[in-house]
């Protein structure tokens, strides 16, 4: 399966197909994804996730993974790459 790929790239673009196939079976491996080592592949899991919140069929999973998804993303702060958006953004002026 291309979500196991070693390439962080392949891992990515793999999120985001299973986003834009709009099945709600993705649900679990996406939301594995959000947890990837990779800011890309994390980042793709996320984008497609949010995707599959507009399918109904997918509503479901999705509440059910929110507590997880939600400590991923408190870990997530500590993780290099991310960035905080704030007041101070130069696209924010």
Not at 15 to 36: F, I, K, N, T
Not at 40 to 61: F, G, I, K, N, S
Not at 71 to 78: C, F, G, H, I, P
Request: aromatic residues 4%; hydrophobic residues 45%; positive net charge.
């Amino acid at each position: 399966m291309r979500m196991q790929d070693p390439d962080p790239d392949v891992r990515a673009r793999a999120a985001y197909e299973l986003g834009r196939a709009g099945s709600a079976a993705a649900v679990p491996m996406l939301a594995g994804a959000a947890a990837d080592d990779q800011l890309l592949v994390r980042a793709a899991a996320t984008r497609a996730l949010d995707w599959l919140a507009a399918v109904p069929a997918a509503q479901p999973a999705l509440k059910g993974i929110a507590p997880q998804l939600a400590s991923q993303l408190a870990k997530n702060r500590e993780r290099p790459g991310f960035s905080r958006h704030t007041k101070s953004c130069a696209g924010c002026k």
